[in-house]
């Protein structure tokens, strides 16, 4: 079994994340750049969790603003997390 690291594209750790549009990102593959499909992306402290669909991709479209564990975890991969800040998006 080959053990990865993930790439967030899309994602960069979150620097600000916007609550009403969700926690969103990208898992691809970090040596071949394909996406992985069916990785769980799960926001511990809110107890929210996503599977990625066919291109990669993932929305968290509930997620409340604060501080929270990213994870994601794929079968043949390393997990990987990291805290993340979810902040509200200011409407002009």
């Not at 993930?6 to 040596?31: K, T, Y």
């Not at 926001?43 to 994870?71: C, H, K, M, W, Y």
């Amino acid at each position: 079994m080959r053990i990865k690291l993930f790439l967030i594209i899309a994602l960069l750790c979150s620097l600000p994340i916007l609550a009403q549009s969700g926690v969103r990102g990208v898992v691809v593959d970090s040596e071949s750049s394909l996406p992985v499909v069916g990785a769980s992306v799960i926001l511990e402290r809110q107890n929210l969790l996503v599977v990625t669909g066919a291109d990669g991709s993932f929305l968290i479209s509930n997620a409340t603003p604060g501080e929270s564990n990213l994870t994601i975890v794929s079968y043949g991969y390393k997990d990987w997390s990291s805290t993340i800040d979810v902040k509200n998006k200011v409407v002009e």
